[in-house]
C-alpha cells in the first residue's frame, strides 16, 4: 500500500513498505542543488523519517534522469559578504547529514552526476548504490571553485575509503565513474539504472531489519598502517603537501586548505568539522574562488550561447560525416575527437604515407582512452572502424562538413577548396583550421563563401578544451550555429568570433610573446622570463610556449598581425634570429631548450644565445616588470579585440584566453584581471610602458574612459 505523497519544493516523499522514499527533484531548474529551500526540504523529510515510527528506514534518488545532485547552490555563494557567510552556510548542513548519519538507516541511490554536498549527502547515508550509466560519476569539485568541501566531505570520506584514495579526490576534485567508485568503496554496489529503485528499496528494507550491515570497506595492509598511525599519516599528509606545491606552484589556496582541514579531522574529536567550516569560508572570499566560480558561469553561460544574434534561432544542422583535408598533426587531431563524438570521418591527404601516418596517430590517442579505461576494447575498435583515410576525395560526396588542416598558405587554401566544393554537396559547411589567415580571404574563392567559415582548434586538439569559430559577414546563420553545435558535440568551448587578423586567441598571444622577446633582445635570461610568467600562473612561459607551438609557427603568426597592427606588434629581433638558424623548437628538437630524443624538455640550450642581440652578456630585469610587460599587452589587446568587435563579450574574451592559451583561471581571464587590478591602475602602467616603449603599449579607448568613469566589465551576480 503506497502513501499519497506529501508535497515538498525539491524533495518529495512517499512511504512503501515502512520505507520513506525521497526523490529530489528540485522542480524547473535542470540539476538538482541544495539551494536553502531544497536544504529545508531535506531537514523537514528527515525530521518525520526520525519521529515517525511507522517509518523504519529511508531511501533517496533523483528524479532527473542522469542527474542525481550537483552540490551546493554555488549560485548562492555570490551573496557571501564574509567569510563568516560562508562559514554559517557550512554549518548550517553539518548537523543535518550527522543527523542522517545518526539516524534510521538510508540507502543512497546514485544515478548520474553526484557532485560536492551531494556525494557528502551520500557518505552519511549508510549504503550507497551506483548505477552502470556510463553518465554516473562520483565527485567533490570543490577545489575547482577554489573551495573545500564544506558539507562534511573532509572528515567523512577519508574514514569511508581511507586517507589516500580521500586526498586524492579531495585534492584533485576528480570524477569517479561508478566501477572505480565500487572498487574505492566509495559506493557498496552498482546495478543497472532499470532496477536502481526496487534494489535501493530491498536494501533499505535488509538494513532496516538487521539482515544486511554495511561492510567497512577491506583496507590493505599497507593502507591500515599508513591511516591508523601518526607517523603513517604524517608521510601520506607530507606526500600530499608535496605534490599540491609541484602542481600548483602555491597559487591555488584551496588544496593546502583541504590538507589542514582533513588533518584536523585526526587531531580531535568534532574539531575537524569546525575546521572545515572555518576554511570553507575563508576560501569563499578569496579572489582565487570567486574568479573560479565566475569562470563556472562563464562557461554554462556559453554552452546556451548559439554565437548568433538572430530570432528565430536556426536548428542546427546535424553533422553525421565529416571530411578532414590534411592527416597531419591537426588534421589526425580532429578526426581523435571527431569519432568519439559518433561522426564518420574521412581523412585525406596528399599520399598513403601521409595518411597512414594520421590514421596512426588517431589509432594512438584512441589507444591512450583504452589504456585509461574511458573506452572499452570494442568501443575501441568501433571508433577505429569510423575514421578512414583517402588520397583522392573519394567519400567525399555525402559529407556534412569538411575541416580543411592543409598548410598555412592563402594560395594552399584556395586550391583545396575549390577542389572540396566541386566534389560535396552544396548543403556542406567549409570549415578551415587556419590560426592566422582571414575567413573572409579564404572564402573569398568560394562559390559558397556563406557556408565557409573558421574553425580554429588548438593543438593538441584531444587536450586543448578551446575551439575559436571564426565568421565572417556574409555567413549564413544556420552554419555558424551548425559549427557551434558541432564543436560542443565535440566537447570543445567554442566561443564564436568574427573574422580579423590573429582572430582572438593568436592575437593577443602576439604582443605578449613578442614582449618576452623584446626582453630577450634586452639580454633578459630565457629562464627569468618563462620563470616570471609561471609565477604569474601561466602553465608554460612565453619563450617555452614558443618551441612548444614551434618557432616557424610562432613567427608567420606574429608576420601577420605585425602587418596588421603595426608598431604595436613589431617583431622582436631574438625569434628572428634563432628561427633563421634553423631551429624549430621541441618538434625540431631544438629551440630555447634542449630537447631528448623522445621530445622531453631539458634545461635552457646555453648556446641559443650566441644567436640573440646581446650575445651570452646577461641583464636583468625585475619579475614584476617582465609580468607587466608581458601580460599588460595581452590585457590591452584583448580590450582592443573587443573595441574591434572581434569578441561578442568580455565572457568569450575571458574564457577564450583561459581556455585556449593558458590564461591563469585563478585570476578569470584579461577582462576580469583588469576588474580586479582597476582600469585606472592599468591605464596607469601601460601609459608608463608607453613612455618607454613608444608605439606598443597605447591604452586602449575602452580602458582610458572606464579608468575616469569607473565602469567594469562585468556587473555583479552571475556572468551571462
Ligand atoms: C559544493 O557542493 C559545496 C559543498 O561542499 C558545501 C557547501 C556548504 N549550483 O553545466 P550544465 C546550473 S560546491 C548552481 O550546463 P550539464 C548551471 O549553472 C558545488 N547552479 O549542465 C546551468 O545553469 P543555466 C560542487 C548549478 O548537464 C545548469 O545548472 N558542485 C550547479 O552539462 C545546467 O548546467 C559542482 O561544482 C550548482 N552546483 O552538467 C558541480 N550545477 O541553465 C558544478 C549546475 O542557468 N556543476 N548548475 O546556465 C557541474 O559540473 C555541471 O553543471 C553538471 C551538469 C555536471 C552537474
Given at each position: ?201 530491498q536494501r533499505a528494507l535488509e538494513l532496516a531489519d538487521g539482515t544486511r550491515q554495511r561492510e567497512a570497506k577491506h583496507k590493505g595492509a599497507g593502507e591500515m598502517l599508513l591511516d591508523e598511525n601518526p607517523i603513517g599519516r604524517a608521510i601520506v599528509f607530507r606526500k600530499a603537501r608535496e605534490g599540491v606545491l609541484a602542481k600548483t606552484k602555491g597559487l591555488y589556496p584551496a588544496p593546502l586548505a583541504a590538507l589542514d582541514a582533513v588533518a584536523a579531522g585526526y587531531t580531535s574529536d568534532g574539531d575537524g568539522y569546525q575546521t572545515e567550516a572555518r576554511l ?441
Amino acid at each position: 500500500m503506497t502513501a499519497p505523497a506529501i508535497a515538498q519544493r525539491a524533495i518529495t516523499m512517499q512511504v512503501e513498505r515502512g520505507i520513506a522514499v525521497l526523490t529530489f527533484d528540485a522542480p524547473g531548474a535542470p540539476v538538482n542543488t541544495f539551494t536553502a529551500a531544497a536544504q529545508q526540504d531535506l531537514r523537514s523529510a528527515f525530521e518525520t523519517i526520525q519521529r515517525d515510527p511507522a517509518i523504519r528506514a529511508a531511501v533517496i534518488l533523483s528524479g532527473k534522469r542522469g542527474n542525481f545532485i550537483a552540490g551546493a547552490d554555488i549560485e548562492a555563494f555570490l551573496d557571501f559578504r564574509t567569510a563568516e557567510d560562508g562559514e554559517a552556510a557550512s554549518c548550517a548542513g553539518h548537523p543535518d547529514f550527522a543527523a542522517i548519519e545518526k539516524g534510521k538507516p538510508v540507502v543512497c541511490a546514485i544515478d548520474g552526476g553526484c557532485l560536492g554536498g551531494g556525494t557528502e549527502l551520500a557518505h552519511a547515508c549508510h549504503w550507497r548504490i551506483a548505477t552502470d550509466r556510463s553518465k554516473t560519476a562520483v565527485s567533490l569539485p570543490e577545489v575547482q571553485l577554489g573551495i573545500i568541501p564544506g558539507a562534511g566531505g573532509t572528515q567523512r570520506l577519508p574514514a569511508l575509503i581511507g586517507l589516500q584514495a580521500a586526498l586524492e579526490m579531495i585534492l584533485t576534485g576528480k570524477t569517479v565513474r561508478a566501477k572505480k567508485a565500487l572498487q574505492l568503496g566509495l559506493v557498496d554496489e552498482m546495478v543497472h539504472p532499470s532496477i536502481l529503485r526496487r534494489v535501493a528499496l530491498q536494501r533499505a528494507l535488509e538494513l532496516a531489519d538487521g539482515t544486511r550491515q554495511r561492510e567497512a570497506k577491506h583496507k590493505g595492509a599497507g593502507e591500515m598502517l599508513l591511516d591508523e598511525n601518526p607517523i603513517g599519516r604524517a608521510i601520506v599528509f607530507r606526500k600530499a603537501r608535496e605534490g599540491v606545491l609541484a602542481k600548483t606552484k602555491g597559487l591555488y589556496p584551496a588544496p593546502l586548505a583541504a590538507l589542514d582541514a582533513v588533518a584536523a579531522g585526526y587531531t580531535s574529536d568534532g574539531d575537524g568539522y569546525q575546521t572545515e567550516a572555518r576554511l570553507f569560508g575563508e576560501l569563499a572570499m578569496t579572489p582565487e574562488s570567486q574568479e573560479l566560480v565566475f569562470l563556472f558561469f562563464a562557461t554554462t553561460a556559453l554552452k546556451r550561447d548559439m554565437g548568433v544574434e538572430v530570432s528565430p534561432l536556426p536548428k542546427p544542422l546535424p553533422v553525421e560525416r565529416l571530411g578532414i583535408l590534411g592527416a597531419g598533426f591537426m588534421g589526425a587531431g580532429i578526426a581523435s575527437v571527431a569519432s568519439p563524438a559518433g561522426t564518420i570521418v574521412r581523412m585525406k591527404d596528399a599520399d598513403t604515407a601521409r595518411v597512414a601516418q594520421g590514421l596512426a596517430a588517431v589509432r594512438e590517442v584512441m589507444r591512450e582512452k583504452l589504456v585509461k579505461k574511458q573506452v572499452t576494447r570494442p568501443q575501441f575498435d568501433d571508433l577505429l572502424l569510423s575514421v578512414s583515410g583517402t588520397t583522392d576525395y573519394s567519400g567525399f560526396g555525402n559529407v556534412d562538413m569538411v575541416i580543411e588542416a592543409v598548410f598555412e598558405d592563402l594560395q594552399v587554401k584556395h586550391q583545396v577548396l575549390r577542389e572540396i566544393e566541386a566534389v560535396v554537396p552544396p548543403r556542406t559547411i567549409v570549415a578551415s583550421n587556419t590560426s592566422t589567415i582571414p575567413i573572409s580571404r579564404i572564402a573569398s574563392a568560394s562559390v559558397r563563401p556563406e557556408r565557409v567559415l573558421g574553425m580554429h582548434f588548438f593543438s593538441p586538439v584531444h587536450k586543448m578544451p578551446l575551439l575559436e569559430i571564426i565568421t565572417h559577414d556574409g555567413n549564413d546563420p544556420q552554419v555558424v550555429v551548425s559549427a557551434v553545435s558541432y564543436g560542443r558535440m565535440l566537447g570543445k568551448t567554442v566561443i564564436v568570433v568574427r573574422d580579423g587578423p590573429g582572430f582572438y586567441a593568436n592575437r593577443v598571444l602576439s604582443p605578449y610573446v613578442n614582449a618576452a622577446g623584446l626582453l630577450l633582445d634586452e639580454g633578459v635570461s630565457i629562464e627569468s622570463i618563462d620563470d616570471a610568467l609561471v609565477k604569474f600562473g601561466f602553465p608554460v612561459g612565453p619563450i617555452t610556449l614558443v618551441d612548444e607551438v614551434g618557432l616557424d609557427v610562432a613567427t608567420k603568426a606574429g608576420a601577420i598581425v605585425a602587418e596588421a597592427f603595426g608598431a604595436r606588434m613589431a617583431p622582436n629581433e631574438s625569434i628572428q634570429r634563432v628561427i633563421r638558424s634553423g631551429r624549430l623548437g621541441r618538434k625540431g628538437k631544438r629551440g630555447f631548450y634542449l630537447y631528448d630524443d623522445d621530445g622531453r624538455k631539458g634545461g635552457v640550450d646555453a648556446s641559443v644565445y650566441d644567436l640573440l642581440p646581446t650575445g651570452q652578456k646577461r641583464t636583468t630585469v625585475p619579475a614584476e616588470r617582465i609580468v607587466q610587460r608581458c601580460v599588460y599587452a595581452m590585457l590591452n589587446e584583448a580590450v582592443l579585440c573587443l573595441e574591434d568587435g572581434i569578441l561578442r563579450s568580455p565572457r568569450d574574451g575571458d574564457i577564450g584566453a583561459v581556455f585556449g592559451i593558458g590564461f591563469p583561471p585563478f585570476r578569470g581571464g584579461p577582462f576580469r584581471h583588469i576588474g580586479r587590478v582597476g582600469a585606472r591602475a592599468v591605464v596607469e602602467t601601460l601609459d608608463e610602458l608607453e613612455r618607454e616603449f613608444p608605439g606598443r603599449y597605447q591604452a586602449a579607448r575602452t580602458l582610458r574612459a572606464m579608468a575616469v568613469s569607473g565602469a567594469q566589465f562585468y556587473s555583479a551576480g552571475k556572468p551571462v
